[in-house]
């Protein structure tokens, strides 16, 4: 971990991973045992713009491990709104608490905390940068459903170049061995630094996946510029180009993990090219064994329609925010020991 903080899914080893997944699933197993792990401890939330389940949930993990919570979740409250430094709060808040959780709108934000703070930080957003602990929920939720984290194809689609939960599950995905689907809205694609950096850290080639070829061009109401193409690992079978036909079983999901669009950070989507996903398209044969990922808020993206649905998980993910963000904190502040090697 870096400096005994979480700032962005880089700062985790596969093994680091594997432990918070595996405590997070005792967690959740009995969710209301765990009072007294964390009594005497104090964690504070800052969340300087808006949330719901990242905030409720961290919130409740530390009062169901027994620990409270001190909070500020606008600078119009804090003495930010009269000019106060981010570093002198950062120390300021450090003296009331075992534990800082930080969403902020600056990207690199919580990593800046993270070098001056006299306790952990954990990211829990930071503008368009990365949204570490929210990867770890879709993580569980993966786990839960294929009971395997490596060898899955996760298509990601809508706003990749602003919405931070791309980014942090797709590093946490190339991590552990998975293909990752990009479906990007028109003009929302990753960065090229960002392909450029996800193809060097991984090793990962990248496929192009016309959409007259694959399932992927029905996510679209209409003819749109955006293409889908595939994170994977080099292997026989994959390396084709246009003319040649596409591998269509490998190139099926096993997961649609939609975005909105994040109009509050310049993002505008051109409704014809922006993916969304209805019942129709569940019924396909290219999606019939995709569940349905959302990391919420949604907007239109997935259709109400689908909550019912029996692939649908976007509540559970949510839901997992509970059991991932105890076992966090228990690791984070020593309360139960890592078992992988690697760490502290
Ligand atoms: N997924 C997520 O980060 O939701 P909130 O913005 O409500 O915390």
Known sequence: MYSNSLTEMGDLEIGEIMDILALAAEFKANIRSHRGVASGLLMASLFLEPSTR???????????????????????????????????????????CDLIVLRHEESGAPRAAANISSVP???????????????????????????????????????????????????????????????????????????????????????????????????YEGDCEAKAYMFHKPRSGLEFDHKEKIIYTEVRPDALYFTRCQAERGSSANQAGYPKVNLNNLETEFFS?????????????????????????????????????????????GLKPWSSAATL
């Open 54 to 96: 990242t905030r409720g949930s961290f919130e409740a993990a530390m009062k169901r491990l027994g620990g409270d919570t001190i909070t500020t979740t606008d600078f119009k409250t804090s003495s930010m709104e009269k000019g106060e430094t981010f570093d002198d709060s950062i120390r300021i808040w450090g003296n009331y």
């Open 121 to 219: 930080i954990i990211n829990a957003g930071d503008g368009i940068n990365e949204h570490p602990t929210q990867a770890l929920c879709d993580l569980l939720t993966l786990k839960e459903e294929f009971g395997i984290l490596e060898g899955l194809n996760i298509a990601i689609c809508g706003d990749l170049r602003n919405g931070r939960t791309v980014h942090s599950l797709a590093y946490g995905l190339l991590l552990l061995g998975n293909s990752v689907t990009f479906v990007p809205g028109t003009g929302l694609d990753l960065t090229e630094g960002t392909k450029k950096y996800l193809r060097e850290h991984f090793g990962s080639v990248i496929t192009e996946l016309p959409p007259s070829q694959v399932g992927y061009g029905d996510l």
């Open 289 to 333: 064994r995709a569940i349905v990922m959302h990391p919420l808020p949604r907007l239109d993206e997935v259709s109400v329609l689908l909550d019912d649905h029996p692939r649908s998980r976007y509540f559970k993910q949510a839901a997992n925010g509970v059991p991932i963000r105890m076992a966090l904190i228990c690791l984070m502040l």
